[in-house]
């Protein structure tokens, strides 16, 4: 099976994750952001991610992706979301700030869907669009945007440790963790020390990057 993702995408993440836990066999394919006609071309949309499963079909929608990889040996390993209420509200309200910190990092790493500059512009003018300012002044005030974040961050005191639950996840843990994990990429952002350790504790699990050492 094929998996066509970019890597900083949180929906693209809730899939990676569940075929890091199942240890699938599956090649991530890496488009290029711009590349809206190759996405069209499997799934008649501009959408990631995009599973090929073994009969060279295509599937898209992160959840049922997720899914799909989770129950396909019969033995399913994700439990049902308890807080799916919580975590809806609480990523619309981290969104702004969220997205005014990470948009412009990922100009600023090296990641494998912009490898060429039309790539990086098609982002930008999308993203600086939606956001309604400049990446350059989103990065300008990283300052504020982190204070805001790191607020946030303080909101989530009931989550529970994956080592707290026999090292099981659930869906919540799959519509979460993308955005505290693309939050690794903010240099001076401080996670409480559960948070941290929720991150680590299912970055483990799933076999995903954390970017600490690319962190700006």
């Known amino acids: 099976m094929k998996l066509f993702v970019f890597d900083h995408c949180p929906y693209c993440i809730k899939a990676m994750m569940v075929a890091g836990l199942k240890q699938s066999d599956i090649e ?17 949309a501009n959408m990631v991610p995009i599973l090929q499963k073994p009969d060279g079909s295509y599937m898209a929608e992160s959840l ?42 990922w100009l600023m790493i090296d990641l494998p869907e912009f490898q060429c500059q039309e790539a990086k512009d098609w982002f930008e003018g999308n993203k600086s669009a939606a956001m309604g300012q400049s990446f350059a002044e989103a990065y ?21 440790l994956p080592s707290e639950r026999n090292n099981q996840l659930s869906l919540d843990d799959v519509n979460l963790f993308p955005t505290l994990r693309n939050l690794t990429v903010v240099k001076g952002l401080t996670f409480p020390p559960r948070i941290r350790q929720y991150i680590d504790e299912v970055a483990a699990l799933t076999g995903i990057t954390l970017y600490e050492h690319v962190a700006v």
């Open 28 to 44: 991530l394919v890496y488009l290029q952001n711009h590349d809206v006609q190759a996405r069209i071309d499997k799934v008649g």
């Open 64 to 105: 049922d992706i997720a899914h799909y990889l989770d129950t396909q040996d019969g033995t399913p390993r994700l439990t049902e979301a308890r807080h799916s209420e919580q975590i809806a509200a609480w990523t619309a309200a981290a969104r702004p700030a969220n997205s005014r910190l990470v948009y412009p990092r």
């Open 140 to 160: 300008a005030n990283s300052a504020a945007h982190i204070e805001t974040m790191s607020h946030l961050l303080a909101e989530l005191d009931w989550l529970t």
